[in-house]
Every structure is written in C-alpha cells, then in structure tokens.
C-alpha cells in the first residue's frame, strides 16, 4: 500500500490498520476455499469431481512416495464407479485412477493401488480408496546400462554420468523416457538441453523431465554427483545422491488450462512434469540455525580436503531478501528462510522432538577388491616369467598353471583396501574415542566409487542434530504452493525459543513431509513436519535400510 502523508497521523495509521487487516482477511480466505478432488480414468478423462467424501489423509514426502487415502460411500456413484473395475475396462475407461487434489496452490496426484470394502462403526459401507503419490511413477523405471540399445546388446556393462546432481538425475530419468517413448540411435551431449534435440517430440509423453542444461546447472552451485548403475532401480540409484545434494524432486501435473511449466512447453493435458530443485541451498549458503539473540547465521557447506567430511562456512553477506519486505509476497529463499516458529514464554508452541547424535569414528575403511588393473599386471607378470622359466628348463610354458594355483594368494591383497583417518575428528573427539568404521562396498578400491563409498560412511557416523516439529498452517506461517504460502515440501523452517534452553538455539531443518487432510468432523488443513526422520530412527529400521542397499549392489553384480 502507499500512504498518503497529507492525511493526519491518526488517519495514516488507521489506512494501515486497515491495509493490515484486508491482507490477514485475504490469507484467512485462502485457507476457506475447499480442496478440488477429482478423479481421473487411465487415460486422464475426468470422470468424477468428488464432494461426497467421508474422509481424506494425503501425505506428500520429501524424495518418496507418499500414501492418499480417500473413505467414499459405497452406495454414491463416485464409490460404485471406483469399485467396478471390470466395468471401467469394458466401457475403455481403463483400470487405472487418477487422482488430484489441488488446494492453496499445491496439487496432489497419486494412482489407485487399491479399493478395500467394509461397514463402517455404523453399518454404512465404506470404499476406502488407498492411492499411491505420482512419486511411485518413478520407481517403475530401471537404469539400463545403455539406454539406446534393445536388452539384448547392453554395451558398456554399466551406465554412469557425472555433474551436478539435479542434472544428472534428471539426465539419468530422461533417458529411460526416452527409451520408454522413442527408440534413437544417437544421442545429443546434453539431453535436457531442447536446442540440441532435432524433432524430439514430448506432446504425447505421461511423464516428462523439465529441461536443465548442464551449465545451468553448473551455474547454480549445485553439488555434484556420479550415476552408476546397471540395470538398478532408478529411485533405488537416486535416493542416495538426493540426500547428500539435499534435492528435492517437484513433481506436478500439467492440466488443461495451467499455465506452461516452462516458455514453450507443448504438453499433453494430464502429463507428469518432473524437476530437480535445490530448495536446501546447503552447498550454496542458506541458514542452518542461529540464535534468537543474533539472529540467523547464513553458512553454506563445503567439502573437507579429503573430499569425505562437510564443514559449515559463513557467508559474510547476511543481508535479507528483498522479495521479503514486499507486501503479499509469499514465499521463501533458501539462502534465509522466512518462517521460523517461536514457543512463547510459557512454553507453548510446535511439537516438537530434538535429538543430538554424537559422532563416531575418526577413522574410516572400505575396500575389498583390488584397484583396476592391479590383479591383471600381477597375474600377467606371473606368466610371463613362468613361460621364461618352463622355456628356460625345457618344460615348455608354465606361466599359466602357475598363475592359476598361485591365484588365490596375490588376488585382491595389493591396492584392495583403504584406511582414511579424518583429522578434523581426531582433534575433536577426545582421547576415548570410537576408532575404526568399515562400509560395506561391492566395488574396487581406489576409484571414484571407493570415494563415494567414503563420504556415505562419513556421513553415516557423523555429528548431527535432528528435530521434528509438527506446526498448524496459518499460525502464522501459510503452507502451500505457488505463491499462496510461505513455506512448502522441500523448503527449509526454523524452530527457537524452546523452554528451558539457555542458549536460545533456532533450529532449521527442510520440510520432509506434509500431509493434507479432512473428515466430516475436522476441516482440511495442513500437518508439516520438518526434519529428517532417519535421525529419529530405532537402529532396526536403519539397519533394515543398509540391507537394502546391500541387497541392490547384490543384483548389480548378477547375483540376485
């Protein structure tokens, strides 16, 4: 608003007053528009806009899929149509629903997984409709180790791409698209790159990636990371990268009458759009905590000299977006997050769950195999001097059955392991300390993945602080999306002034879920929770993680 200084300064104050209290009431009237439901066939037709329901829970997560349940009666309509499946393929509906559900911006989708029927506490029979979020779209496709050549001819035996993360899982994904939709024989150097496409084609695509050139994302600082895989699942390959970048996927679908989600974007209504974000702005310089006396302190991470450990640097500039000092902006930067929570004086505030986990470990292992090469030379110097020898007495050329029985005892003993001590925790641990870890590895040692294989077990045993913080949209932050909140999935949220802590500590951690839900005795609303859950984890279901991991590098090698 403008003030108009020739007014008196009772009357100046009251135009503010005012200017105030329209804006509180517009960002209440955001909040009292209903959540859109609808429902769409295998071929996105829409079939039903949904009002009759008994209830509905949503939850979005940060790099995963996210359960949509939906409770419908079974004698409307909207739940006889969900139930008959059989009826849907014989009219060519097809057998796959589609749900989406947008509200305060934000749109939710997700596929039928399954319909379930049975009375409810009052005889009524109930169809409660679970959908799987768009994520599991993802998990379907598998990383080939040439995505351009037919199953039958897989040259080279392992796919892998190196550069910033965003543009590698991006670049990595595109190309199982591509598979899934063209079949090319050549390839452009930089595939999210449109300008090097000649007649490639996307109108028709279910799901499509948003393109990112490499420099643009080189230009973003983005933290890079190495795709290696063959044949492994493509969530199973990314998931790893995501978490160490702190990328957040964004998935959204296009429908008739959105705006295009990029200039000249020519898409088919119902389309997947897929991004890459960097919402943390970790490796890029963002706010990591702060006090409530000095404010919150920008850092950004950078990597140890060893290439395993992350350190936390200042930004010397600290000033303040200007985006935040304009009127009706709704919004936050990654470099400083807009929404932090207090508890008041009496304690009264977010729930909230904080945990400190203490490092461990000042030295780390991994290995098994020897480098490349190295077991080759040994066994070809073996048999070069046994034929010398066997020619020498006569005997003709031994080289071979030497190498053969003397095999089992030089493979994988030179080169075959790594020792890495991390100076930074020698210092700091103490002098009773935890010593050794050792990360399993199917790898060879001394390459770009031992190296990957390091930094997973530095992060693993590292010193953290985790919190989870459960908030009510609107008090006073809004959630949501496009510009109707402050703060949305991905995006980083403060908590400070916890009772009884003297240091006055603000805690910011990302978004890692968020779920929407209604019922016919509670109105919709929003339930975030910010941090990162694997923290709060019991070691049982960490170690449940670590096995499938395991169990991946397992199929890469054709055992399973």
């Not at 007053?17 to 009431?25: G, Y």
């Not at 870890?437 to 993945?449: D, E, K, P, V």
């Not at 839900?517 to 975030?528: A, E, F, I, N």
């Amino acid at each position: 608003m403008s003030i108009d200084f020739d007014l008196t300064l009772e009357e100046q104050c009251e135009a503010i007053w005012e200017a105030t209290r329209q804006a509180w009431q517009r960002e209440q009237n955001l909040r009292q528009v209903p959540p859109l439901m609808r429902l769409w066939d295998g071929d996105m037709r829409l079939q039903h806009v949904v009002a009759c329901e008994y209830g509905v829970d949503a939850t979005l997560v940060d790099g995963d899929t996210g359960p949509i349940q939906v409770d419908l009666p079974f004698d409307h309509p909207v739940g006889q149509w969900m139930w008959d499946t059989w009826g849907r393929i014989e009219r060519g509906e097809k057998q796959n629903v589609i749900v989406t559900i947008d509200y305060t911006g934000a749109r939710i989708d997700g596929l039928l997984a399954d319909v379930t029927l049975a009375p409810n506490d009052q005889g009524a029979q109930v169809l409660t409709c679970t959908f799987t979020s768009s994520y599991e779209l993802l998990k379907s496709y598998h990383v080939w180790s040439n995505p351009v050549l037919p199953a039958a001819a897989q040259l080279p035996r392992t796919f892998i791409l190196a550069g910033p993360v965003p543009w590698v899982l991006g670049t990595t994904l595109h190309l199982q698209l591509l598979r899934e939709n063209l079949s090319l024989w050549a390839i452009p150097d930089d595939p999210l790159d449109p300008s090097t496409w000649f007649n490639l084609d996307q109108s028709q695509w279910s799901i499509v990636v948003k393109p990112l050139s490499f420099m643009q994302s080189m230009a973003s600082g983005a933290l890079w990371g190495i795709a290696s895989s063959r044949w492994k699942n493509w969530h199973d390959m990314a998931a790893p990268m995501m978490r160490d970048a702190e990328i957040t996927p964004v998935l959204r679908r296009h429908l008739a009458g959105d705006p295009p989600p990029w200039p000249g974007a020519n898409l088919k209504h119902g389309a997947l759009v897929v991004s890459f974000e960097d919402k943390s702005g970790s490796y890029t310089g963002t706010s990591n905590g702060g006090t409530i006396f000095d404010g919150l302190a920008r850092t950004f991470a950078e990597l140890t000299e060893d290439l395993l450990d992350s350190t936390a640097a200042i930004v010397t500039d600290q000033s303040i977006p200007a985006e935040y000092y304009q009127p009706g902006n709704r919004l936050t930067r990654k470099e400083l997050p807009f929404a932090v929570w207090l508890c008041d004086e009496q304690g009264r505030g977010p729930n909230f769950r904080v945990k400190q986990t203490m490092g461990r470990y000042v030295q780390l292992l991994t290995g098994g195999h020897s480098a490349p090469g190295v077991n080759e030379l040994i066994s070809a110097g073996i048999q070069a001097l046994g034929d010398i020898l066997g020619n020498l007495a006569q005997i003709g050329s031994i080289g071979g059955s030497v190498d053969t029985v003397l095999r089992p005892f030089y493979e994988d003993t030179l080169l075959a392991w790594i020792a890495v001590k991390i100076l930074s925790r020698a210092q700091t641990h103490g002098w009773v300390r935890l010593f050794e870890y050792f990360q399993q590895s199917s790898g060879r040692a001394y390459t770009l993945n031992s190296i990957m294989v390091l930094r997973q077990a530095a992060w693993a045993t590292r010193r953290f602080e985790t919190f989870e913080m459960d908030v009510t949209d609107g008090a006073p932050f809004l959630i949501g999306d496009q510009g109707q909140g402050h703060v949305f999935l991905g995006d980083r949220g403060g908590l400070g002034r916890i009772p009884g802590d003297p240091t006055g500590r603000i805690f910011i951690r990302r978004m890692s879920k968020l779920n929407l839900s209604w019922d016919r005795q509670k109105p919709w609303g929003w339930t975030p929770t910010f941090g990162d859950e694997r923290g709060l984890q019991d070691p049982v279901e960490q170690l449940t993680g670590m096995l499938e991991v395991a169990f991946g590098a397992v199929h890469d090698l054709g055992v399973l």
